[in-house]
Every structure is written in C-alpha cells, then in structure tokens.
T-cell receptor
Framework: DTEVTQTPKHLVMGMTNKKSLKCEQH?????MYWYKQKAKKPPELMFV???????INESVPSRFSPECPNSSLLNLHLHALQPEDSALYLC?????????????FGQGTRLTVV | GENVEQHPSTLSVQEGDSAVIKCTYS??????FPWYKQELGKRPQLIID?????GEKKDQRIAVTLNKTAKHFSLHITETQPEDSAVYFC???????????FGQGTELSVKP
C-alpha cells in the first residue's frame, strides 16, 4: 500500500466554523507533512511531524492546529479561517525526516472558506 | 536561506521534441533532489529523483542531471507526448530539519 489518504476531498466552511482535515498512511512512514497549495503555485510547507512529534512549524497562524495521534494519522484542525486560506491542502509522508527518500502525497483537500 | 529557483515558468513544445527544465538551489540544500509532476486537480507525483553521489540518472524518456558545484539540476524529457503536459516541480531537501522545498513550477504543454 503506497497510498496517503486524505479526507474530505472537498470542504466548504464559514469563517466561524471549526473543521478538521484528516490524513492516513500505512506505509510505516515516521515523517508526515502538511502543505498548502494555491492555484498555479508550488506546495508550501506548513508543518513537519517526525516520530509523532512536531519538528517544524513554518510560522503558520494559530488558526491552523496540527495533531499527530499516532504514527499513521495526521490531522489539521481549522478554526476562524479567512477567505485567503482557501487552497488545496496536501498531506505527505516519507520514511523518516531528512531522509533522501520519496515523499508520497495524498490527493489533497480542496478547502473553500466563505 | 532555503530557496529553489526554477525556469522556465511555461514551456510549449511540439510532440516528439525534447523539453528541458532547470533549477538552482541555495547553499543549505542537502543531497536529495526530486522532480514531481502534477496534473490538473491531482496530487504531485514523483517522476524521478537524484542523489548527490551521482551526476545523472535516466528512466526511459526522462533524465535528470545534477551539478553540485554550480548548484543546479535539470530535467530532460525526450520524445515528448501530449500526456506529458502538466506542471513539473523540482525540489530539494534542506538540511535544517529536512524540509522539502519546491521550485515555482513549470507548466509544460506538448502540442500534438
């Protein structure tokens, strides 16, 4: 199984809502990532988890809150988002952080904030 | 800093021609340089990668070259086909925490 699975595929939320994005992998990878991608732009790194611990936060606003409950799951909790947060949110995983191995991406959650 | 520059931003070729995309990276990049292909509405997918202990790697119609002295690496696609049309991203792993940072992307269009 070389899949990274993200749910939901699409999400529309209001600025006062609280929602969560979910990501799951069963490849035994110990590094997991959240990226944000705007249209016609490259993925931008948000967070890195290594062995279930947050190792990198790229100065992401606190309205985005990551969580790694176990080695297979990664969540991104959303609260009080702004319309400019609308984007494709990609989860990825790799064997370990800093490794010279492939990062596998999920299909993404397309988020629209209204 | 951690930076990957990619050129060109758009590239249009005739079917059967070759396409070349170039990237440069800043000093703190480590030894791993992947290339991703992203079709419209889909996830980025790895098409080829190179590690700094080699200068060139080839996989059928795709090849990547790496010049560590000059800090640049390139993607070469030969005998292009319409299904090669997509956005291509180069990337590099940076030593400070293992960040995978992407170039700005190249939108490749292969005209039949």
């Amino acid at each position: 199984d070389t899949e990274v699975t993200q749910t939901p595929k699409h999400l529309v939320m209001g600025m006062t809502n609280k929602k969560s994005l979910k990501c799951e992998q069963h490849m035994g990878h110990r590094a997991m990532y959240w990226y944000k991608q705007k249209a016609k732009k490259p993925p931008e790194l948000m967070f890195v988890y290594s062995y279930e611990k947050l190792s990198i936060n790229e100065s992401v606003p606190s309205r985005f809150s990551p969580e790694c409950p176990n080695s297979s799951l990664l969540n991104l909790h959303l609260h009080a988002l702004q319309p400019e947060d609308s984007a494709l949110y990609l989860c990825a995983s790799s064997q370990v952080e800093s490794s010279n191995t492939e990062a596998f991406f999920g299909q993404g959650t397309r988020l629209t904030v209204v | 800093g951690e930076n990957v520059e990619q050129h060109p931003s758009t590239l249009s070729v005739q079917e059967g021609d070759s396409a070349v995309i170039k990237c440069t990276y800043s000093d703190s990049a480590s030894n791993y340089f992947p290339w991703y292909k992203q079709e419209l509405g889909k996830r980025p997918q790895l098409i080829i990668d190179i590690r700094s202990n080699v200068g060139e790697k080839k996989d059928q119609r795709i090849a990547v070259t790496l010049n560590k002295t000059a800090k640049h690496f390139s993607l070469h696609i030969t005998e292009t086909q319409p299904e090669d049309s997509a956005v291509y991203f180069c990337a590099a792993i940076f030593n400070q925490g293992g960040k995978l940072i992407f170039g700005q992307g190249t939108e490749l269009s292969v005209k039949p």
